[in-house]
């Protein structure tokens, strides 16, 4: 029996999780596209959607993205009357982004949008539910790695 190469590209875990992401958020794209969100831009707002107003920090927090990736998101999310960006009252140096009436009402388009991706994956809920936990692990993993 050959021995298997280790560095064999098709054996390699960062290779296979890099394509099945781009694969997946290209799979996104024509769901979203009626939305008028990319993908990133839907990320933001299903944050939102479960627990507006958050500053730009916590939206960088609950996405692990540094604020200087969030903030052009945010202001394009602005730009299409979804969000508003407030001073917090709280902090003044800090912004509250909050849901428009707009952004809110998109919430229900947007409920449509698991079921498709599960069509289109060809995947059912049972084995979604095994995916995100075996890439829930690998990321609690690789951060405390």
Not at 32 to 45: A, G, S
Not at 67 to 75: A, H, I, M, R
Request: aromatic share 4%; net charge negative; with cysteine.
């Amino acid at each position: 029996m050959e021995a298997r190469d280790p560095l064999a590209l098709e054996s390699q875990v960062c290779f296979a999780l890099a394509v099945a992401s781009r694969s997946v958020i290209a799979a996104y794209r024509p769901v979203l596209e009626p939305l008028r969100l990319t993908h990133p831009q839907y990320l933001v707002m299903l944050a939102l959607w479960e627990s507006a107003p958050l500053s730009l920090k916590e939206i960088g927090s609950l996405l692990k993205l540094d604020p200087g990736t969030v903030s052009p998101l945010v202001k394009r999310l602005e730009t299409l009357g979804y969000i508003d960006r407030l001073r917090d009252p709280d902090d003044e140096r800090s912004l509250a982004i909050t849901l428009t009436r707009r952004g809110a009402n998109l919430r229900a388009e947007a409920e449509k949008v698991p079921v498709e991706m599960m069509k289109r994956l060809g995947l059912d809920e049972e084995e979604l539910v095994t995916l995100h936990r075996a890439m829930t692990r690998l990321i609690l993993a690789s951060e405390s790695g």
